[in-house]
């Protein structure tokens, strides 16, 4: 007989191992009474505490050190719990949690789950936390911890749902708030959505780390799982969440269209939920697109060091002691015959000649070196050469703030200007003209950034930024880089809100002789682009 119920068996039972290896691993340890901790139930109370707060952590993508968990610990201890511990007991008890329970003493962790369609039990891998290595303050080295992909379930699975389910069950969550027009439950929604893409981003970062170690410690089903699992979601939601940002741009759009008498106190928060709202949704979006990426990044590796390992397996290789010095040394006598083996290293070199096949390739001009002539011999200084990569990267990034600090400087002094005004303030002064077109690289990912952004709410990503802990990038990020301009210019505090749409019904704008990286001058032909202040008394055109 065959039950169809029993068909992924042993998948549920990983989700049951979760939870049974953490209250094994916890029973059996005796030091909890060391701490004053009698009851399982309080044992089991404080590691949850402990597993959310190293999820906050790394959803954040904050450093979660045993310092950071000590802090934590004695601040719940002082507050809930409250046992007569001190800070090094506090210290200790954290390290016996995250060492000896979660990391079960750097012992992996196993447990069987019986596989119907195979009819053998099959031992299941459990790893609730990880760590790396972090430098705090750029110098001192520490371990932080953070969760992994079995972390999550388990703490997710308190008050969610499977992870193929999760996605959908917010959205329509999401969707009925959004119909109801209960913007302040839809805004906590989408927050939701956003994380659960971030863990999945993660997840998608640990697969690649795991087979960048060891291809083959890898599992080929969870390689399946991932691309199965995320590739159809991304594609059937993205195209939902374009919908839904239409349709809170509409209704924001309808909001501010209303009489300013009757724009009360609770239109005003509506409003500024639709914007937040409408901000998550666009970097929701983000977040898809480079979840697709990863996901190809993702295959594309898992490819490459599968036929590294295969390569590697093809090359025949031999004990050299066993081989070779063993039987010289049980008879020595072959090496006086060594002159043999060796003497065609040393005759002269034989004569030249005429190769077909090297006639129908391409020759490099080979200069020989003169007799006698020294060898220079160059040292490579590791720290020089990362000097010198900073100053390439803080030059570039300079090159970046100085086009996108014209362009706002322009926008603010009418509310409104254009891609063809930017060419005519520019073309009779050649130091204006280098800021605005550094090279063709350059101003042609400020412009498709500025494009793909659409709309730029400054006080949506003042506040964000102000709720996360943002370390500065090393590449061009379009929102930070705005802000830390306004922030740094009191001329142009007066923007707060930037629309960019393109000009469909004007000519295309051309710049002629701008550099490129190569070194040749290029022409950029592209369409008209607007950049609009939105409280500016200038028409939208479109």
Not at 345 to 365: C, G, H, T, W, Y
């Amino acid at each position: 007989m065959e039950y169809g119920f029993l068909k992924n068996f042993a998948r549920r039972m990983k989700n049951v191992g979760l939870y049974s290896l953490l209250v094994l691993n916890s029973s059996q340890k005796q030091t909890w009474k060391d701490y004053g901790i009698e009851s399982p139930d309080e044992e089991l109370n404080l590691i949850y505490c402990i597993l959310l707060f190293v999820m906050e952590q790394s959803l954040k993508e904050e450093a979660c050190t045993l310092d950071d968990i000590t802090v934590y610990v004695d601040d719940l201890n002082a507050t809930g719990f409250c046992h007569p511990l001190s800070y090094d007991q506090c210290h200790e008890l954290s390290d016996f949690v995250i060492n000896t329970i979660l990391s079960n003493g750097g012992s992996p962790m196993y447990f069987e789950g019986f596989d119907f369609e195979s009819k053998s039990m099959q031992q299941i891998r459990i790893s609730y936390i990880a760590n790396r290595i972090v430098y705090v303050d750029g110098e001192v080295r520490r371990t932080s911890y953070y969760l992994t992909d079995d972390g999550y379930n388990l703490l997710l699975g308190t008050l969610e749902v499977e992870d193929n389910l999760k996605l959908s069950i917010h959205e329509m969550i999401f969707k009925l708030h959004l119909e109801k027009q209960s913007y302040d439950k839809a805004l906590d929604d989408v927050k939701n959505i956003f994380n659960l893409m971030r863990i999945q981003i993660q997840k998608i970062q640990e697969a690649m780390l795991q087979i960048r170690r060891n291809a083959l410690s890898y599992e080929t089903a969870d390689y399946r799982q991932i691309l199965e699992e995320d590739l159809d979601t991304i594609d059937s939601t993205r195209e939902k969440f374009a919908g839904y940002r239409e349709t809170v741009r509409k209704r924001e759009m309808e909001l501010r269209g209303m009489d300013p008498a009757r724009f009360d106190e609770a239109e005003k928060e509506r409003l500024s939920n639709l914007v937040e709202i409408e901000s998550y949704l666009s970097r929701a979006i983000d977040e898809y697109q480079r979840i697709l990426n990863g996901h190809f990044d993702l295959r594309s590796l898992y490819s490459q060091e599968l036929e590294k390992v295969s390569a590697f397996t093809a090359v025949q290789r031999f004990p050299l002691r066993e081989k070779l010095f063993d039987p010289i040394l049980d008879n020595p006598e072959p090496l006086w015959d060594l002159n043999r083996f060796l003497s065609p290293l040393f005759v002269r070199d034989p004569e030249k000649i005429f190769n077909i096949n090297k006639a129908m390739q391409v020759q490099s001009v080979h200069y020989a070196q003169a007799e006698g002539e020294s060898v220079e011999t160059e040292d490579f200084d590791e720290e020089e050469w990362l000097r010198e990569q900073e100053r390439l990267r803080k030059e570039k990034l300079s090159r970046y703030e100085k086009c996108l600090r014209l362009i706002l400087h322009e926008l603010a002094k009418t509310g409104r200007v254009t891609l063809y005004q930017l060419d005519l303030a520019t073309r009779d002064d050649p130091a204006l003209r280098q800021e605005l077109l550094p090279n063709v690289g350059i101003f042609k990912e400020i412009m498709v950034e500025l494009l793909r952004a659409q709309v730029l709410d400054i006080d949506a990503l003042r506040r964000e930024r102000s709720e996360y802990l943002i370390e500065a990038p090393e590449t061009f990020e379009l929102s930070l880089m705005v802000l830390n301009i306004l922030d740094e210019d009191p001329k142009l505090s007066g923007i707060h809100r930037i629309l960019i749409y393109r000009l469909k019904d004007h000519s295309p704008v051309v710049f002629e002789h701008v550099p490129a990286e190569d070194g040749k001058e290029k022409t950029i032909r592209c369409s008209n682009v607007c950049l609009k202040v939105e409280d500016a008394q200038a028409d939208h055109e479109l």
